[in-house]
């Protein structure tokens, strides 16, 4: 049915629309085509990856207790070896967000220096901020949501 040379990295996702009714909803994340890519730059892109989310997951809305990585608001990753650079696509729990600022500079910064610990400085980071999808509580991790009452 697939080609086994193309690599779907995904998360899964599961919104309760009602007490009865849950609906998957697949959302991918990144496709290499494995064919153009060698065993080594495989490496390099999912250790990348890896060290990215590890990142994400230490850093936190200061105004809610959840990390940014649980809360949803990576709404797309994109690793250019080729190019050495990282785009991230994220939100803000509001177009309003007071603390928007303060959050792409740690965000940017804290990658930089992680990714400088791991012998990558030479990689750039690029954050899109962008509002559409408007986030909402149905972005977050659900065992997060679900620990909050949402």
Same mark, same amino acid.
């Given at each position: 049915?697939?080609?086994? %040379?193309?690599?779907?990295?995904?998360?899964?996702d599961?919104?309760?629309?009602?007490?009865?009714? %849950? &609906?998957?909803?697949?959302?991918?994340?990144?496709?290499?085509?494995?064919s153009?890519?060698?065993?080594?730059?495989?490496?390099?892109v999912?250790?990348?990856?890896?060290? &990215?989310?590890?990142?994400m997951?230490?850093?936190?809305d200061?105004?809610?207790?959840? %990390?940014?990585?649980?809360l949803?608001?990576?709404y797309?990753?994109?690793?250019?070896?080729?190019?050495?650079?990282?785009?991230?696509?994220?939100?803000?729990?509001?177009?309003?967000?007071?603390?928007?600022?303060?959050?792409?500079?740690?965000?940017?910064?804290?990658?930089?220096?992680?990714?400088?610990?791991?012998?990558?400085?030479?990689?750039?980071?690029?954050?899109?901020?962008?509002?559409?999808?408007?986030? %909402?509580?149905?972005?977050?991790?659900?065992?997060?949501?679900?620990e909050?009452?949402?």
């Amino acid at each position: 049915m697939f080609d086994k %040379n193309i690599l779907f990295w995904f998360i899964l996702d599961t919104t309760k629309l009602s007490q009865n009714i %849950n &609906i998957k909803k697949l959302t991918i994340v990144n496709i290499m085509i494995a064919s153009d890519m060698n065993n080594e730059k495989y490496k390099l892109v999912s250790h990348l990856r890896k060290t &990215i989310i590890e990142v994400m997951k230490e850093i936190y809305d200061p105004e809610i207790p959840i %990390n940014v990585y649980d809360l949803g608001l990576v709404y797309d990753m994109k690793i250019l070896p080729e190019k050495k650079e990282i785009r991230l696509c994220v939100t803000m729990t509001s177009p309003m967000c007071p603390l928007a600022g303060y959050i792409l500079d740690n965000f940017s910064e804290k990658i930089k220096e992680k990714l400088s610990e791991n012998n990558h400085k030479d990689y750039t980071v690029n954050l899109d901020l962008v509002f559409e999808p408007l986030w %909402n509580p149905n972005m977050m991790n659900p065992e997060v949501r679900e620990e909050f009452g949402l």
